[in-house]
Nanobody
Framework: QLVESGGGAVQAGGSLKLSCAYSNYGYIRPYIGWFRQAPGKEREGVTS????????YYDDSVKGRFTISHDMSRNTVYLQMDNLKPEDTGLYYCAATRTGYHPNRWADRNEYNFWGQGTQVTVS
């Protein structure tokens, strides 16, 4: 189970921090990704983290502005979003896979088995 929180409406240049609380998978360390979907567009990968190694991936459109992090004690992944732009607007989902993925496919939604309900981010 994945539960997102932290969305909202901000002006361009502002910041938001999203949270994704995931179920305890025991000894399995999941890979957690953030995706977003704007109206009329495909869902796209924004960033992802392999919680076992803390290795992170970012889409070019958010590099230097977004930061993904992980708190193992809370089973929570965070997405800090700074210098937000109107094109960052969308419904943000976190997703998880317990089996991992090839590094070239971190942004492929088909690699993830579990999805949250989404949280809206609006930048004006």
């Amino acid at each position: 189970q994945l539960v997102e929180s932290g969305g909202g409406a901000v002006q361009a240049g502002g910041s938001l921090k999203l949270s994704c609380a995931y179920s305890n998978y025991g000894y399995i360390r999941p890979y957690i990704g953030w995706f977003r979907q704007a109206p009329g567009k495909e869902r796209e990968g924004v960033t992802s983290i392999a919680t076992v190694s803390e290795f992170k991936y970012y889409d070019d459109s958010v590099k230097g502005r977004f930061t993904i992090s992980h708190d193992m004690s809370r089973n929570t992944v965070y997405l800090q979003m700074d210098n937000l732009k109107p094109e960052d607007t969308g419904l943000y989902y976190c997703a998880a896979t317990r089996t991992g993925y090839h590094p070239n496919r971190w942004a492929d939604r088909n690699e993830y088995n579990f999805w949250g309900q989404g949280t809206q981010v609006t930048v004006s």
